[in-house]
Nanobody, 127 residues
Framework: QVQLVESGGGLVQTGGSLRLSCAAS????????VGWFRQAPGKEREFVAA????????DYEDSVKGRFAISRDNAKSTVYLQMNSLKPEDAAVYYC????????????????????WGQGTQVTVSS
């Protein structure tokens, strides 16, 4: 079982940048595919980005393509979400999630596919 802790959220102006981190502990992190999701008040949790075990495959929600980048450092058991050109509609609680999988090439883009979740980190974007 893996434990996930997000960090790096905060308040940023429109057009600014933040880098979120998802630190894992408790199990071999390289065995897990990881995703980032977000949930704004009154809205459903939505997919943001995902990365395969090896880091070689990624996927993004359309509205963040070209602005966000997901990466991982398995030696540090950490996944990152670099967020640039932030917009007010990006404001939400951001969660990372993990799924243990044998296939190093797979990414997952829906919340029910993930088994482990962090507590979330708040991102606020001022206009």
């Amino acid at each position: 079982q893996v434990q996930l802790v997000e960090s790096g959220g905060g308040l940023v102006q429109t057009g600014g940048s933040l880098r979120l981190s998802c630190a894992a502990s408790g199990h071999t992190f390289s065995l897990y595919a990881v995703g980032w999701f977000r949930q704004a008040p009154g809205k459903e949790r939505e997919f943001v980005a995902a990365i395969s075990r090896s880091g070689g495959y990624t996927d993004y929600e359309d509205s963040v393509k070209g602005r966000f980048a997901i990466s991982r450092d398995n030696a540090k058991s950490t996944v990152y979400l670099q967020m640039n050109s932030l917009k007010p509609e990006d404001a939400a609680v951001y969660y990372c999630a993990a799924k243990e999988i044998w296939n190093v090439l797979v990414v997952y883009t829906t919340a029910p596919e993930y088994d482990y979740w962090g507590q979330g980190t708040q991102v606020t974007v001022s206009s």
